[in-house]
Nanobody, 127 residues
Framework: QLQLVESGGGLVQPGGSLRLSCAASGFTLDYYAIGWFRQAPGKEREGVSC????????NYLDSVKGRFTISRDNAKNTVYLQMNSLKPEDTAIYYC????????????????????WGQGTQVTVSS
């Protein structure tokens, strides 16, 4: 029973902040790289951020750099995505996923590298 559960989404005004959480049950998150993905209506799923098992390397979608921060607390079996300065174009369902690092020891934001997915949490940025 491998489950990931996202939480923390909601409605926020442009410029506001949200903190998303991804909590694991049935397995230990520190065995996996974790990615955050998002999908807006009518659009393809895109990678937002990822973090390797140790937390020592991260990656971000260019459009969220400087605004979003991914982190993990392996003791709590949880990964976070702090989202600041939110924009309407950030509106989407946000998913976390557990997957694999590359042999170079980095994470990539392509869905094929991730096997276990949460059901998503809605983020809506609107005035």
């Amino acid at each position: 029973q491998l489950q990931l559960v996202e939480s923390g989404g909601g409605l926020v005004q442009p410029g506001g902040s949200l903190r998303l959480s991804c909590a694991a049950s049935g397995f230990t998150l520190d065995y996996y790289a974790i990615g955050w993905f998002r999908q807006a209506p009518g659009k393809e799923r895109e990678g937002v951020s990822c973090i390797i098992r140790s937390g020592g390397s991260t990656n971000y979608l260019d459009s969220v750099k400087g605004r979003f921060t991914i982190s993990r607390d392996n003791a709590k079996n949880t990964v976070y995505l702090q989202m600041n300065s939110l924009k309407p174009e950030d509106t989407a369902i946000y998913y976390c996923a557990a997957g694999w690092e590359t042999v170079q020891g980095i994470c990539v934001m392509t869905p094929e590298w991730y096997d276990y997915w949460g059901q998503g949490t809605q983020v809506t940025v609107s005035s």
